[in-house]
């Protein structure tokens, strides 16, 4: 049985949150850069931190960050597919793909960043998070189990 149909406030909200995720995953993709300047931000406080490490490091870290990118391009893609399709037909396996993929994810990754020292990468995990619990909580009723 399906349940209700999530409004499209929430429905929209999580397509734009996910499109975030794409936007973020093609800029550590194509933009090495940036994104050295970012988790040097995150990590160190300092824009410039990653970019003074000998050159092979600076090379691992670009693949090491084109790398994630990719896979958040198709995380995202998953989520946008799931999101405009079967939640917005109130289909609860979206509903709990959704949501145990960010567990799976901020979980695991919010708790090596922080024992590892890197609460700036935690507290970057807290705010992708967000964007995906409001939702999720907002809508979780829609998907709630009827008799």
């Known amino acids: 049985m399906n349940a209700r149909s999530p409004s499209r406030f929430w429905q929209r909200w999580l397509l734009a949150a996910s499109a975030l995720v ?3 995953g093609l800029l550590l993709l194509v ?3 940036a994104g050295l300047a970012l ?13 003074q490490l000998d050159a092979n490091v600076q090379t691992y870290l670009r693949l090491s960050h084109a790398v994630i990118g990719a896979v958040m391009i198709g995380w995202s893609v998953t989520l946008l597919v799931l999101v405009a399709g079967p939640f917005r037909r109130g289909e609860r ?8 993929s960010m ?3 901020f979980v695991p990754d919010t708790l090596y960043s ?8 935690a507290v970057l995990n807290v705010g992708f998070a967000l ?17």
């Open 31 to 33: 933009a090495p850069a």
């Open 114 to 121: 922080l024992t590892s020292g890197f609460v700036g990468n």
């Open 22 to 24: 794409l936007v973020f």
């Open 93 to 100: 396996y979206a509903w709990w793909a959704v949501a145990g």
């Open 103 to 105: 567990a799976a994810w």
């Open 39 to 51: 988790f040097g931000v995150v990590a160190y406080q300092s824009t410039t931190a990653l970019t």
């Open 131 to 147: 964007l995906f619990a409001v939702p999720l909580a907002a809508t979780f009723r829609d998907f709630a189990a009827r008799d």
